[in-house]
Nanobody
Framework: SLRLVESGGGSVQAGGSLRLSCVAQGYTFSSNCVGWFRQVPGKEREVVAR??????????EWFTDSVKGRFTLSHNARNTVFLQMNSLKSEDAGMYYC????????????????WGQGTEVTVSS
């Protein structure tokens, strides 16, 4: 059965980098949207980035304004999406979750039906 597993979180100093991975175990991408979300205590989960993978190729990417120019997305065309986070700031800290659509639809307004358990990012100033 499909299971999303995030990894790569950790503790870094401001200005540092981390690379998060989201592995869709038991699944191979076909036409899917993968989203990365961040949640901090007391606040709602917010979307950070989205990528649409179709036929092994990135068809669409989107980033929230606060991370543009610092975060990038990539994938291995099979079952893993990476979120490269550079020039990290204290406001980037939080629990990062990835989510996946498997029921079709687009990536501009996706309906995610699978979620991972999260990986924590801590940024110290």
């Amino acid at each position: 059965s499909l299971r999303l597993v995030e990894s790569g979180g950790g503790s870094v100093q401001a200005g540092g980098s981390l690379r998060l991975s989201c592995v869709a175990q038991g699944y191979t991408f076909s036409s899917n949207c993968v989203g990365w979300f961040r949640q901090v205590p007391g606040k709602e989960r917010e979307v950070v980035a989205r990528i649409y993978i179709g036929g092994g190729i990135t068809r669409y990417e989107w980033f929230t304004d606060s991370v543009k120019g610092r975060f990038t997305l990539s994938h291995n065309a099979r079952n893993t999406v990476f979120l490269q986070m550079n020039s990290l700031k204290s406001e980037d800290a939080g629990m990062y979750y990835c989510a996946l659509t498997t029921a079709g639809g687009n990536c501009q307004d996706p309906v995610f039906n699978f979620w991972g358990q999260g990986t924590e990012v801590t940024v110290s100033s």
